[in-house]
């Protein structure tokens, strides 16, 4: 694994060969970390989309998503416009030698740097705070960060050369809502049963948190916090066989991996259909699989995803400096790269184009009864709006208030934006998670409202049986791909409701050529439905 020094941030030399590190040196390190994991990738994780969009194996609809996300790659390594729109909440973990000294705080410190980040690089602020159990605000500022300092190795281990080692993490919600803990027994630690939960449990991730993932999943732990922290260093690497963290221990037990059960988690993502997120093979790029002790009377079991933006990144600090991985400026030098990229750039050619203009009428006709799966090309205005829009809509309904008049005007996208840069019609532009909102299924519906809907991921019964009822269409277009849609499908972005709310306010966009698929039709017909096998 490669890293590259950041000038001008070696420590100051203590007695006894330890390094006494400042806070802004801190600062810097966590301000560069999630500004280069913010818009460009490392050549691994490059190669493995790359991988997936020249495999022959892969489908049609695989190839399309991978090219469309390297091609995203491309676009938002020129460091305008972040890679998603879900530009995460900042996570740092941090493991310390002992011959390391702090000379103020370094929880402020670190968490100062990736605020800067966050204020000046058009990323988007996705946090709440609470104010009470029930009532929250928007910070401003993205911020708390989450922040785990670890004691590292002892003196006699670091010879003679202490570090500081770190590991920066820009999560999205969507790949976080995708963890799950179970409270197994230790019947499930047999291989009959351990194969059938994972052929029921990875297929059921779906691919609303962007896919292909790296799946992780773990089994034991003497608490849940140790099986759950395990999993997330899992998802970011962390127990990789280049990963330069030296002790790979989780609360001072380092797990087991299990090969053989990755390669099963593998065999289970490509055979379950659902694909890079419109069917095919390609669901996951990689897959750990981690054993810890137990209690007795305990098993907990753990699975979790990183998603297609794959936004992890390990630093340290010695005594020549402050250091981070290295990641791919210029994706193009990648050989090969710049082909793939192109394959999403041709139309499938039973796309079907979709004036959005001529009014929701006019495109229930041109979908009634497209097949799911078939590709659409969307022009015209489209109404964004996602889940604290729809809450306001839901208490004008309780309170007996007409909807606002635009509601029913145009299809509805879930999706809130990063900041946008300037001179630019918006900032990074993505679909959000579909499902959030099915329970708005009947209440606007019924309405003449949101039948025609666009995001990303599956959709519950009820969205199905409301699509049938009140002929609605549900469409899905790329996650992951956000800088690209930005700088090419969209052609203006204005707020026309709920300013407050920021990026949840509801805005008017227009697009051009934005490539979509039918995932449920007008008969209630679902891309996602499980396939005979």
């Known amino acids: 694994m490669d890293f590259d020094l950041i000038p001008n941030t070696a420590p100051e030399a203590a007695a006894n060969s330890a390094i006494s590190v400042g806070d802004e040196t801190l600062s810097l390190l966590a301000e560069k970390a999630f500004e280069r994991l913010s818009f460009t990738f490392t050549e691994?994780?490059?190669?493995?989309?790359?991988?997936?969009?020249?495999d022959s194996r892969s489908s049609e609809n695989d190839r399309f998503v991978c090219s469309f996300l390297l091609k995203n790659a491309i676009i938002a390594a020129r460091g305008e416009l972040p890679l998603c729109q879900d530009t995460g909440t900042a996570q740092i973990f941090a493991w310390k030698d002992e011959g390391v000294l702090s000379t103020g705080d370094p929880y402020a410190a670190l968490e100062r740097g990736a605020k800067k980040t966050?204020?000046?690089r058009n990323l988007r602020n996705s946090t709440n705070i609470p104010l009470s159990l029930f009532e929250e605000t928007d910070p401003g500022d993205n911020m708390p960060a989450q922040i785990a300092l670890f004691a590292g190795r002892g003196a006699e281990k670091s010879s003679g050369n202490p570090a500081w080692h770190f590991l920066f993490c820009a999560k999205g919600g969507g790949s976080s809502n995708k963890t799950q803990l179970f409270q197994a027994t230790k019947a499930l630690l047999e291989p009959k049963a351990f194969d059938a939960f994972l052929s029921r449990q990875v297929p059921a991730l779906g691919t609303s948190a962007c896919p292909p993932y790296t799946v992780s999943v773990v089994v034991g732990g003497l608490s849940p916090e140790q099986n759950l922290t395990a999993l997330k260093l899992a998802t970011a690497g962390f127990f990789d066989a280049d990963s330069p963290v030296p002790d790979r221990q989780v609360f001072g037990f380092s797990p087991q991996r299990c090969p053989d059960w990755e390669n099963r988690v593998m065999e289970i993502a490509q055979g379950c259909g659902l694909g890079a997120?419109?069917?095919g093979r390609a669901f996951a790029s990689g897959a750990v699989v981690l054993r810890l002790p137990r209690h007795g009377a305990s098993c907990p079991v753990s699975i979790g995803v990183s998603c297609s933006a794959h936004r992890n990144l390990f630093g340290r600090i010695d005594s020549e400096g402050a250091w981070l991985?290295?990641?791919?400026?210029?994706?193009?030098?990648?050989?090969?790269?710049?082909?793939a990229a192109a394959l999403c750039?041709?139309?499938?050619e039973s796309a079907v184009d979709i004036d959005m203009d001529k009014g929701i009428p006019h495109m229930q006709d041109k979908l009634r009864a497209l097949p799911p799966g078939t590709p659409v090309l969307l022009t015209g205005t489209l109404l964004v709006a996602r889940d604290a829009a729809h809450a306001r809509w839901r208490a004008l309904?309780?309170?007996?208030?007409?909807?606002?008049?635009?509601?029913?005007?145009?299809p509805i996208l879930y999706a809130g934006p990063a900041k946008t840069p300037e001179g630019k019609p918006t900032g990074s532009f993505g679909p959000t998670t579909a499902g959030r909102m099915d329970e708005y299924a009947e209440e606007l519906m019924s309405r003449g409202a949101a039948l025609v809907t666009l995001a990303k991921g599956n959709r519950s019964e009820t969205w199905r049986s409301a699509c049938r009822q009140w002929g609605g269409t549900y469409l899905g277009t790329v996650g992951g791909g956000a800088a690209l849609l930005a700088e090419e499908h969209i052609r203006s972005?204005?707020?026309?409701?709920?300013?407050e709310l920021g990026m949840e306010a509801v805005r008017k966009i227009v697009v051009e050529k934005m490539p979509a698929f039918?995932?449920?039709?007008?008969?209630?017909?679902?891309?996602?439905?499980?396939?005979?096998?």
């Open 277 to 279: 997120q419109f069917g």
């Open 518 to 533: 039918v995932l449920i039709n007008d008969s209630g017909e679902d891309f996602y439905a499980p396939r005979p096998t």
């Open 397 to 410: 309904i309780r309170s007996g208030e007409p909807l606002p008049s635009y509601i029913g005007l145009h």
């Open 493 to 499: 972005s204005e707020i026309v409701d709920y300013p």
């Open 118 to 120: 966050w204020a000046d």
């Open 325 to 339: 991985q290295t990641t791919v400026d210029n994706p193009l030098s990648i050989p090969g790269l710049k082909e």
């Open 44 to 54: 691994t994780h490059l190669k493995h989309m790359l991988d997936a969009a020249a």
């Open 345 to 348: 750039e041709k139309p499938a």
